[in-house]
């Protein structure tokens, strides 16, 4: 593998967040997320599907998060 794709790998993988990132080392308890994902009125990102999972940009999820703070 050339250092370009490596450094694009790494790139991909800080962006995108999976749901079991998300609850084990983003401080997200995976119930709190299953919640937001099926309350529309709470706007939380869509997902990307790969296949069947579902992944997230990680930049989007923490720009909802701290929209929410701002609102509390």
Known sequence: ??????????????????RG???KGGGI???ALERWIRRPELAFPKP????QRRF????????????????A
Do not use: F
């Open 48 to 51: 990307r599907m790969i296949g």
């Open 56 to 71: 997230w940009v990680e930049a989007e999820i923490l720009a909802w998060l701290e929209s929410r703070e701002v609102a």
């Open 21 to 23: 990132r998300l609850g």
């Open 1 to 18: 593998m050339t250092p370009d794709a490596i450094r694009k790998k790494q790139q991909r993988r800080d962006r995108d967040a999976r």
């Open 29 to 31: 308890s995976l119930s």
